[in-house]
């Protein structure tokens, strides 16, 4: 079992940064990949960016040279650097763990941003 506390979240401005945070509750070198995903109402949850445990970094094609995904393995924390953020980035963003053939989510955090 892997639990995922996700924090970081909130309202910003057009133009602004936010870094989201998820702390798991184990070792996150054992997971293959962590992912972070959103899901904004009424529309499917979409992956936003991934990164394996070997540093290999997958993004969504709108959120590429904005978004920076990132994880500390000593302090089994991933992390998302979210600047330049658009009114469209507004949405519900999640963490996702994925170990063996198990996945992970945490709680969602709701990023909301102004025009």
């Known amino acids: 079992q892997v639990q995922l506390v996700v924090s970081g979240g909130g309202l910003v401005q057009a133009g602004g940064s936010l870094r989201l945070s998820c702390a798991a509750s184990?070792?996150?070198?054992?997971?293959?990949?962590m992912a972070w995903y959103r899901q904004a109402p009424g529309k499917q949850r979409e992956l936003v960016a991934s990164?394996?445990?070997?540093?290999?970094?997958n993004y969504a094609d709108s959120v590429k040279g904005r978004f920076t995904i990132s994880r500390d393995n000593a302090k089994n924390t991933v992390y998302l650097q979210m600047n330049s953020l658009k009114p469209e980035d507004t949405s519900a963003y999640y963490c996702?763990?994925?170990?063996?053939?198990?996945?992970?989510w945490g709680q969602g955090t709701q990023v909301t941003v102004s025009s």
């Open positions: 996702a763990a994925f170990v063996g053939s198990e996945t992970y």
């Open positions: 184990r070792s996150i070198f054992v997971t293959n990949t």
């Open positions: 990164r394996t445990n070997g540093g290999r970094a």
